[in-house]
């Protein structure tokens, strides 16, 4: 019976040691947490109001599940127990592809597989919302472009696993580019063949990331160029020849951040700049206003310059696919301007007046497709002439 007992006061003391650990070890420090790795900003102590405690528990709840100790390292170590142990992924957000490679799970794999595809009526909706933004250059003698990005699962579908069946086809990006060129006269910059061919001579989107390398954004960038060419000559394409290419390997990228950087899988970087060095060089911000609670503020508005050419100018409204294409377009511009505004992809009226560009060029990942529907300056502008009228 002794026996028993003292094997119950052993149960319930390791018990205790293991909830108490965490705040244990945050006031002792024991151990050391790793640093967060996670594509989000931690949850924020709330403030207690003795007038207002209905929302505060689920409130706290969230900021101690984002702040207790050594979080990271148990994240950590129970992603490799899913990946090393049970070959799967730890989130639905990750997809293991095949010799090392992920994937986004989310809008990203529901635009790869035709799911949710785009309706007959947001098409359209998407049509006459470019063709308004068309037509609102065009009275400005500004060129508009359009350009989606493909998912990368679109480029690289051989790496895909089995189990991610195709439900339709085409992709989200490939229906809007087909629909366009189909029934309207916007200028489709089509960036799945360009890809698609060219990553026959190396990779062009990163395995650990989801987003295109240096050399797929070059592809990319040269497609868009010769495209704007047509309308502008003295706009011309880069030569892949004329490059200078540097590689290394790298262990981190934004998917496998969401796995706690794990160093099991690495990646190929290549650098790609001019022999002749790069002709565009950064320039001061004009310093539109941020997006109110955009968590990468620093990259809202990026700017380039050739100081010995005043034209033509080019503005690019872009995500996160913008980084890397950004130097190679600036290099046909005496003026280039980026906005990433948080992934609402608008016409930004003000900046078109101040900046007065030649070119317009709309970059979207074709995930975020549907996100032009919620900032429709057809629409605005719609409401704005009802309340004058």
Known sequence: MAHHSFRIAITISVFLLMISFPLLNKNLKFFKDIESSENRAPAELPELNINRLDGFPTKYDKYYNDHFSLRQILIKYYNLLNLVVFKKSPTPQVIIGKSGWFFMGGNEDDSYRGMKQLT????????LELEYRTN??????????????????????EKVPNDRFIAQKPSWGEQLNNYLKSKSSVRVVDLYSALNNAKSAGLVYYKIDNHWNERGAFYAATKILSSIHHDIPEVNPLRYEEMLIKDSIRHNGNIAGMLS?????SDSVFMLTPKRGFASKVARKNGYPIVQGFAYGW??????????????RLLVISDSFGSYIFPFL????????????????KLNEDIITNEQPDVVLLLVLESNIKNILQFQSRLNNQIAQMKSS
């Open 261 to 265: 950087n794990i160093s099991l899988y």
């Open 330 to 345: 600036s290099e046909q511009f005496g003026r280039s301007v980026k906005i990433f505004d948080a992934w609402q992809y």
């Open 136 to 157: 609102y250059l065009e009275q400005r003698k500004i060129k508009f472009y359009l350009a989606i990005a493909p998912a990368k699962a679109n480029i690289y579908h």
């Open 120 to 127: 007959n009526e947001e098409l359209e909706q998407l049509r």
């Open 299 to 312: 990259e809202y508005e990026n700017v380039r310059e050739i100081p010995e050419r005043k034209s033509p």
